[in-house]
């Protein structure tokens, strides 16, 4: 099974990631379709690896508390993808978000993320 993902298209690793995070089901998502020495970054700084994930998304469900997330837009040119989303929890929110991705060989290698948490209306 560990092979078959390694076979993955970048849209289809693209596709599996938004899934599982759409459904709050990072540590899934993480082992799934992020590589072992990713790089992430980040405006807090620099994160590497699983736990460089593991920790980003702590960090967002501590803003972002149960909150749906909506994609408003979703590229995907070869190895490179590009994400546009907002979220909207019961005290923040956010309308700006826009992440990038390498995938490679079934893997998320690199990633930028970037999102302005507000006061929600």
């Known amino acids: 099974?560990?092979?078959?993902?390694r076979e993955r298209s970048a849209e289809t690793v693209f596709e599996d990631h938004l899934r599982l995070a759409?459904?709050?089901?990072?540590?899934?998502d993480i082992e799934r379709n992020v590589?072992?020495?990713c790089v992430i970054l980040e405006r807090r700084g620099i994160f590497h690896g699983?736990?460089?994930a593991r920790e980003l998304a702590r960090l967002l469900a501590g803003e972002l508390p149960d909150a749906p997330y909506v994609y408003t837009s979703r590229l995907v040119a070869g190895r490179i993808a590009f994400l546009e989303w907002t979220?909207?929890?019961a005290r923040t929110r956010v309308r700006d978000g826009a992440?990038?991705?390498v995938i490679e060989n079934g893997w998320i290698t690199a990633?930028?993320?970037h999102y302005t948490v507000e006061p929600a209306s």
């Not at 759409?22 to 899934?28: G, M, S, T, V």
């Open 1 to 5: 099974m560990a092979d078959d993902l």
């Open 22 to 28: 759409a459904a709050h089901r990072f540590d899934e």
């Open 50 to 52: 699983r736990e460089g």
């Open 99 to 101: 992440d990038s991705f």
């Open 87 to 89: 979220a909207e929890a």
């Open 111 to 113: 990633q930028t993320i």
């Open 35 to 37: 590589a072992p020495d």
